[in-house]
């Protein structure tokens, strides 16, 4: 088996599992108790938030644990939208193609009376920092872009737009959930007030994630009960999986620049040889990506098809975002960078590995050729192309 779907979720390492395996043996404690077994706890949630912290260059008062991306996303948008009413500013400026934990939170705002503008991400699939700073007006309250795309992997102008929204006193939420553990993130640097990820994109366990939310800003309550996470994120905390979260987050930390480099020559070969399969498209920057992404429209075929067929050759992909998965309609992404329907459905996502070997590249490239001219081999779409009843998109 070929697994290229890391952006769904990646295999939880080693090291991840021990520590896991470890806390629930035998540090099993709440850590809100007094007694010794939950100050215990305690103390290696402590360490789990210093370690949290220090990967994305934060104090560790400003890490909040949540059950993953999706509920940081929601209370970062949510708590910016409660400041901002307060002071009289009820407009979000946002992409059109972020994660729908992002755009579903906002359409709920915008029934609440929210003015959201959703900017344009052009063809490259990047958002432009000065059209951000056109969009910024005085009742804005909120910036929210992506560090980097799910599906296409494009790699925002994060820094530039987090200068922009400090100038103006505007606050700034970035869904890293991709970036975080295979590119450099800094949250000082980058001038990012709240930042969204989760752990099993970076070899921890699912279920578990942390919103990073600067010193000051005063954050919305999602969960009511008990006092844990300083009163904002109720419940008792899950020690062993926030634990090899922090150990995941440093070993990816730790091995990233080997990492990168060896998932960009696999990203690169697998780029040159999809582009020799005729009518196709890579979608999104060919050089500001993430160093593991691989996303392709075919036209003439039907992704889900590519994938099942894929699926019987032993490779693993996806065709888009793993939470809309179920959904028959195109990707939003991909119709955000100006791909129409019908190549918007015969596309393919492969989020590889550092892992990945020549052959087992070879193979991908190979399978994914061979399914392409099957499935346009007995395709109404490709015939009338190809007879020149329609014409060529790509």
């Known amino acids: 088996m070929i697994y290229a779907d890391n952006a769904a979720t990646t295999k939880m390492s080693a090291a991840a599992i021990q520590t896991m395996v470890s806390l629930m043996n035998e540090n099993y404690g709440n850590p809100s108790s007094l007694y010794s077994l939950g100050q215990k706890a305690k103390e290696t949630l402590e360490d789990a938030r210093k370690t949290v912290a220090e990967a994305i260059s934060a104090d560790p008062r400003e ?110 939420h970035t869904d890293a959930v991709q970036a975080i553990g295979h590119i450099p993130v800094n949250t000082a640097t980058d001038q990012i007030d709240m930042l969204s990820a989760s752990a099993h994109k970076f070899h921890g366990p699912k279920g578990v994630g942390f919103l990073y939310a600067r010193k000051g800003i005063r954050l919305t309550n999602l969960i009511e009960g008990g006092a844990q996470e300083r009163g904002k994120r109720a419940g008792t905390e899950n020690v062993p999986g926030i634990a090899a979260m922090a150990t995941a987050l440093k070993e990816a930390v730790a091995n990233m620049a080997d990492s990168a480099a060896a998932m960009k020559k696999q990203r690169d070969r697998l780029i040159t040889g999809l582009k020799q399969i005729p009518h196709s498209a890579l979608n999104g920057d060919e050089v500001r990506r993430l160093p593991g992404n691989v996303n392709f429209c075919f036209e003439g075929i039907e992704g889900e098809s590519l994938l099942l067929l894929l699926d019987d050759k032993g490779i693993q992909a996806s065709s888009g975002s793993a939470c809309t998965s179920g959904s028959l309609d195109p990707s939003h992404v991909l119709l955000a960078i100006g791909r129409v329907h019908d190549v918007a459905h015969g596309s393919l996502r492969l989020s590889i590995g550092d892992d990945l070997t020549d052959e087992e590249t070879d193979e991908i490239i190979r399978s994914v050729s061979e399914v392409v001219t099957y499935l346009r081999s007995f395709s109404p779409v490709w015939r009338d192309l190809v007879a020149g009843k329609t014409k060529f998109i790509l």
Do not use: W
């Not at 052009?122 to 969009?135: C, L, T, Y």
């Open 63 to 172: 890490i909040y644990f949540t059950s993953g991306g999706s509920e940081a996303d929601n209370q970062a948008i949510l708590s910016a939208a409660a400041l901002g009413r307060k002071n009289g500013k009820t407009h979000i400026v946002s992409s059109a193609f972020e994660h729908h934990a992002v755009l579903h939170t906002l359409e709920k705002l915008k029934s609440e009376g929210f003015d959201i503008t959703l900017l344009d991400v052009h063809e490259n699939g990047i958002v432009r920092p000065e059209e951000v700073e056109a969009a910024i007006r005085d009742d804005t309250c909120l910036v929210t872009i992506m560090y980097a795309n799910n599906e296409i992997g494009t790699i925002q102008p994060i820094p530039e737009i987090g200068a922009i929204c400090r100038r103006r006193g505007v606050l700034f």
